[in-house]
């Protein structure tokens, strides 16, 4: 009896959790959430290399690095502040918005904060950061006063379905990119080229190809965890390879290129397990320092322009998360979008009070969510995994690109598969869904898409004479992206360098 009584008590927290993330209801388990956030985590944990290797190597105007140390200083603390926002984030984002999505500093914004803003003359780190934590309070704002979310309501569903699609082609080409499977020319009028010189070549790119063949015949037997066997097999591969022949880094010590070597993370055995934390960097920010340094009007336009970015970045990413998973309702809205655009938007003013960049919401979520992952409890799991990334960062770095790109383009095949929903015999919803499919993988910018789209859509409408069905919203969002677009030209005419 007493036995019985124990395991009823037991198991009322798990019903508790059920009852809370709606895992039951959304078709889920607790394997499945398990499996989801750890492959969410391995397909975006190379931010822990990589945000050091943008950030943590460059100096502001003034010559010094992030924490007013060596570049190797800046670059273990940014690893580590890296991961613990991440990760607290993501727990956040599970936790108040029960939603299978990750957060991470963004790629892209963290490149434009380095080398757009820090670098500018009298800039230092901290009023760079601060700008970017100006951003995210901002963001908060127009969540709260309810304007982000109506922004999004205000989308047509055939670009809200273009925006899942293309970003199915974005982490794709990205996913054939990290993994060396396409590269740049290095002459020519080709910019890409399959492998090098137009040729497959070198061991990294065999681990690519035998774990895009795991996946996808895993895939085709609806084996449970195919993404996560496919980036374990690809890794122990790797593993095994750069034991027997030294592969070596794409880029040798001396800085010779390697153009057969593994794209950034060399994957070996590391000589230790464990790193002590260093949160030196939480907290150097100025607020209001940028202003003093360039001027109000220059400020107020790298504001902006990083609002726009992650403000529709995000909006994006949530929708290709939730098609991919099945989550959107009749008009397309994911569940709790206001929550979602409320974690996400703190989780931007987070990434600069910790001198890490702004951190958005990340693509490769939908990974975890083909693995299975419907509730904040992968977002939970995928959170815990970067705590502890933060001091097992050493075990992050033998993942290389090369395993788990395969996860990505896969990923990219079944969100896909939402093309068919668009009408492509109506031009008038066309013509933007394609050019929004499109322009992201070409130009590399989830952001761009959505731009191009919007002002096409707007412009379209208004061609044949049909304003009215344009909702206020779309007007005004489509004119904020012709001004993101020009803004070299606006900054021109405001007599801003």
Known sequence: MSSQTDLGTAAAPLRGLDSYFKM??????????????????????YIVVLNPLIIGT????????????????????????????????????????????????????????????AKLPGMTWEDAMGLVVLEGLILVVLVLTGFRT??????PPSLRIAISVGIGLFITII???????????????????LGVGGALQGWPTIVFLVGLVVISALLVRAVRGALLIGILVSTVLAIVIEAVFHVGPSVTASGD????????????????????????????????????????AAAVLLVFTLIVADFFDTM??????????AL???????????????????????????????????IESTAGVAEGARTGIASIVTGVLFLVAAVFAPLVRIVPYEAAAPALVVVGFVMMLQVRSIDWDDGEAAIPAFLTIVVMPFTYSITAGIGAGFVMYAVLKAVRGRWSEVHPLMWFSAGLFVVYFAIDPVKALLGVS
């Open 257 to 296: 290129p390697n153009p057969t070597g593994w794209g950034l993370n060399v994957p070996t055995l590391p000589d230790q397990i464990l790193a002590t934390p260093d949160l030196d960097l939480l907290g150097r920010f100025s607020l209001l320092g940028s202003f003093q340094a360039i001027g109000i």
């Open 328 to 362: 959107l309702d009749a008009d397309g809205v994911p569940p709790n979008a206001d929550r979602i655009l409320l974690v996400d938007s703190l989780a931007a003013a987070a990434g600069g009070a910790a001198s890490v960049s702004s951190n958005t919401a990340y």
């Open 316 to 325: 994006g990413t949530m929708v290709a998360v939730g098609a991919e998973g």
């Open 150 to 155: 109506a922004v999004f309501h205000a989308v």
């Open 175 to 193: 996913g054939f990119v990290d993994s060396g499977f396409v590269r740049r020319t290095a002459v020519g009028p080709v910019p890409v080229e």
């Open 24 to 45: 039951t209801r959304r078709g889920s388990s607790w394997g499945r959430e398990l499996r989801g956030g750890v492959v969410t985590f391995f397909t975006m944990a």
């Open 58 to 117: 460059q100096a502001d105007s003034t010559g010094a690095f992030l924490g007013g140390g060596s570049v190797e200083s800046a670059q273990a603390k940014v690893a580590v502040a890296t991961a613990v926002v991440a990760g607290v984030m993501t727990i956040l984002m599970g936790v108040v918005a029960n939603y299978p999505l990750a957060l991470a500093a963004g790629l892209g914004l963290n490149v434009f904060v380095t080398f757009g803003i």
